[in-house]
């Protein structure tokens, strides 16, 4: 299993930019994929972005996201990042990076965006 540590969170005011990343502790090559999640105050966690690992890097968004929002990866660094633009106030929440390998799966510990004026 590998330990998922995100970090690049903070405040932005709507209309602005951040960028997300997601540190594997370990090669991130043996996963299948790796996905980004939100979930703010009184509401489900809600799927972000997926990339597929080793597959051209083939992604999927929601609706709710897609245009705004790139997932990437660094296989030399190990890293998955999210690129967020265009926020609105509506993105405010604890933003999560998962991970699915073949025989387990992780969870980061949640990095905090919150968008506001």
């Known amino acids: 299993q590998v330990q998922l540590v995100e970090s690049g969170g903070g405040l932005v005011q709507p209309g602005g930019s951040l960028r997300l990343s997601c540190a594997a502790a370990g090669s991130i090559r043996s996963i299948n994929y790796m996905a980004w999640f939100r979930q703010a105050p009184g509401k489900q966690r809600e799927w972000v972005a997926t990339?597929?690992?080793?597959?051209?890097?083939?992604?999927n968004y929601p609706d709710s996201v897609k245009g705004r929002f790139t997932i990437s990866t660094d296989y030399d660094k190990n890293t998955v990042g999210l690129q967020m633009d265009s926020l609105k106030p509506d993105d405010t929440a604890t933003y999560y990076c998962?991970?699915?390998?073949?025989?387990?799966?992780?969870w980061g510990q949640g990095t905090q965006v919150t968008v506001s004026s």
């Open positions: 998962y991970a699915n390998a073949p025989s387990w799966s992780a």
């Open positions: 990339i597929i690992i080793n597959e051209n890097g083939r992604t």
